[in-house]
């Protein structure tokens, strides 16, 4: 009973939406705005937390040979570029909160080419969504940094402070999480993931491919730094090529969870074949009907009834199964469906475009929520 009432207010509640546009726009862009803000928490903690976090508010750090992890795309970038100025040797950076203000400073401007790339070559709802992301991570990211030993970031740091696989494993889930979470609303966090979205949209990928190869190569600069001694006034000592070359293994596990990470939670680029077999004949118009994909259709039999059968083939996306069925149950109870993955499809495979922002839309849109 409770069930019917749940679906009864899901297809009410369906049918208003459908019939009030503009409450539906509303209630997407809060939607997309949510997620947005939990991607960029997701990524400031993992990366307070795990990669850098704060040693001065951190007991019993002695004998740790490894203190801050190598991150990757535009964060590890500017890892690298804040490494270079403490060579400098700034006073001001001494301070670790004015060194984690830096950063994230940093942070914003690097991501600021990307930005542009993304206006011009993926889309306007796109690059706002990502510029929001990295404005909140690196909000985030500054209140997320305490010199308080009770503040709670700084406590998990230390129970993991002299684990560094167990800091890798963590820190790859939760920027995963903030890759994953951007992907699936067709936004990103910024940093390289923008170029390895463009490419895997353009190819048809998964986007996690991409993101590996380009990461590799800013671990490598920030690991090479690492080697250099700074100042003793930073309070961090340099490190020696060994224990450079275990930081750069680690950081390659950290990247591998990272995009493991993501593509499970993104997998609207996750391609699958569904083979069909029917005695239903219209069941093809019914599957075309809700699909943006046609199907290929043969003849064939039961083996043990020697009974006519269609055998329909379809590629599509992994989210699309249960379209799928949910059209067979209805038009067929009997039919047999089988769902192969696929590492690639080739050929003329619909691929959604990325959406845009109407900027009217939005103007009317803010109004109807200011009206609340």
């Not at 966090?189 to 353009?202: C, F, R």
């Not at 001694?229 to 224990?243: F, G």
């Not at 993955?341 to 109407?358: A, E, H, Q, S, T």
Request: proline letters at 3%; charged letters at 15%.
């Amino acid at each position: 009973m409770l069930m019917y009432y749940i679906k009864r207010f899901k297809q009410l509640f369906c049918n208003y939406l459908y019939d009030h546009p503009i409450q539906k726009d509303a209630l997407s862009l809060i939607k997309v705005l949510l997620i947005t803000i939990l991607s960029a928490f997701a990524f400031a903690f993992g990366f307070n937390t795990f990669i850098n976090p704060n040693f001065t508010a951190i007991s019993n750090i002695e004998g740790i040979q490894i203190h801050q992890l190598a991150s990757c795309g535009a964060s590890g970038f500017s890892q690298s570029i804040l490494h270079i100025l403490k060579l400098c040797k700034i006073e001001w950076l001494v301070d670790e909160s004015n060194s984690n203000l830096i950063y994230w400073i940093i942070y914003f401007v690097v991501n600021i080419p990307l930005l542009i790339l993304s206006w011009c070559k993926i889309g306007k709802r796109f690059c706002v969504f990502t510029c929001i992301n990295i404005a909140f991570a690196s909000l985030f990211g500054i209140l997320l940094k305490s010199n308080d030993p009770n503040f709670f970031i700084n406590q998990v740091s230390s129970i993991f402070i002299d684990q560094p696989l167990a800091r890798v494993l963590f820190a790859g889930i939760c920027t995963g999480i903030s890759t994953g979470l951007a992907f699936s609303i067709e936004t990103c966090p910024g940093g390289t993931d923008v170029i390895s979205y463009y490419i895997s949209e353009k190819k048809s990928l998964l986007a996690g491919k991409y993101s590996l190869i380009i990461n590799l190569f800013v671990v490598s600069l920030f690991t090479i730094l690492s080697i250099f001694p700074l100042d003793a006034m930073y309070n961090e000592r340099a490190i020696s090529i060994p224990i450079a070359f275990s930081l750069f293994i680690y950081t390659f596990i950290y990247i591998y969870v990272n995009t493991a990470t993501m593509d499970k939670i993104n997998t609207a680029n996750l391609k699958v074949q569904v083979q069909i077999i029917t005695t239903e004949r219209n069941l093809p118009n019914s599957l075309i009907a809700v699909l943006p994909h046609s199907c290929t259709i043969l003849n064939g039999y039961g083996g043990y009834s020697l009974e006519g059968k269609y055998v329909i083939l379809i590629a599509v996306r992994k989210k699309e199964i249960s379209k799928i069925r949910q059209v067979c149950k209805k038009e067929d109870p009997k039919s047999f469906v089988d769902v192969i993955p696929l590492d690639n499809v080739y050929g003329k495979f619909y691929r959604k475009k990325i959406k845009w922002i109407l900027w009217m839309r939005c103007i009317i849109i803010l109004l109807f929520l200011r009206n609340f």
